[in-house]
C-alpha cells in the first residue's frame, strides 16, 4: 500500500529554520513529488515541486517562498526535503507531501498519494 510520512515540523522563531521530510513507499516511478501547506481557515496551497526530467529535476516554487525555501529528492532513499529558511509567521500552516508515480512496479498505473501532514509553527 502506498504511503508517505512526513517529519521536521515544529515550533520556531521567525527568521529560523526546519527542514521537512518526506519518505515514499509503495509507490513507483515517481514522476513528481511536492509539499503543499494549509492554514488555519484558508485554501491548501502548492508551495514546492520537483519533477523527474530526462536532463535531471525541475523545481517551482510559490513566489512568497522563493529564495528561502528549497526543495530536493533522493532518489535512492525514495525522500523528498523541503529545507525552510527565513521563515515567517505566515508561514505557519499544516505541510503535506504529495506524490505521483505508479501503483504497480511492473506496470503503470497513475497514483497519487498525500501524507498525512506536519505541523509548522513560526513565532513572532
Known amino acids: 500500500q502506498a504511503q508517505l510520512v512526513e517529519s521536521g515540523g515544529g515550533l520556531v522563531q521567525a527568521g529560523g529554520s526546519l527542514r521537512l521530510s518526506c519518505v515514499a513507499s509503495g509507490i513507483y516511478s515517481i514522476s513528481h513529488m511536492a509539499w503543499y501547506r494549509q492554514a488555519p481557515g484558508k485554501q491548501r496551497e502548492q508551495v514546492a515541486i520537483i519533477t523527474s526530467a530526462s536532463s535531471g529535476s525541475i523545481t517551482n516554487y510559490l513566489d512568497a517562498v522563493k529564495g528561502r525555501f528549497t526543495i530536493s529528492r533522493d532518489n535512492a532513499k525514495n525522500t523528498v526535503y523541503l529545507q525552510m529558511n527565513s521563515l515567517k509567521p505566515e508561514d505557519t500552516a499544516t505541510y503535506y507531501c504529495?506524490?505521483?508515480?505508479?501503483?504497480?512496479?511492473?506496470?503503470?498505473?497513475?497514483?497519487?498519494?498525500w501524507g498525512q501532514g506536519t505541523l509548522v509553527t513560526v513565532s513572532s
Open positions: 504529495k506524490a505521483g508515480g505508479s501503483e504497480f512496479e511492473s506496470a503503470y498505473r497513475y497514483l497519487e498519494v
